[in-house]
């Protein structure tokens, strides 16, 4: 994988929230036909995309990111990862075996994301207190 920096990263990430609000609240009855899953759990999927995908902007366009910030964006992804496990364990039963596919590839991609995000903070010097 080629070398990208926090700001790339969380570029990238945003794109993907925003990607994430757009379907899950704007053509909810298709995602929740593709994937099985109830229109609730989409739609509230779709909602947590978009104040991420600002959250994330706003650090990636920091003259020097907040490495607090970069960490909460990397745990959140985490936090993300282990819903989107939770979510095919408790919805498996009536989920597309596409919709299983789906959720669990996002989830594997957002893990790679807060990896890459915990990396690209840890590498960001610590706050100074003035």
């Known amino acids: 994988m080629p070398h990208f920096n926090l700001k790339t990263i969380l570029i990238i990430d945003a794109i993907t929230c925003a990607a994430l609000f757009l379907l899950c609240v704007f053509a909810t009855a298709t995602v929740t036909a ?18 991420s995908a600002a959250l994330m902007l706003f ?7 907040s490495k607090a910030l970069a960490n909460l964006i990397a745990i959140g992804n985490l936090g993300w ?4 496990f939770a ?6 039963g009536q ?8 959720v669990a590839v996002q989830a ?15 590498a960001l010097p610590r706050a100074v207190a003035t």
């Open 34 to 51: 593709l994937l099985g899953l109830p229109s609730g759990v989409v739609t509230v999927a779709g909602w947590i995309g978009l104040p």
């Open 87 to 92: 979510v095919i364990a408790v919805f498996a």
């Open 95 to 102: 989920m597309s075996w596409p919709g299983i596919v789906i």
């Open 59 to 65: 650090v990636a366009n920091q003259k020097a990111p």
């Open 108 to 122: 594997l991609v957002v893990l790679d994301l807060a990896l890459l995000e915990a990396k690209g903070a840890a």
């Open 81 to 84: 990862v282990a819903a989107s």
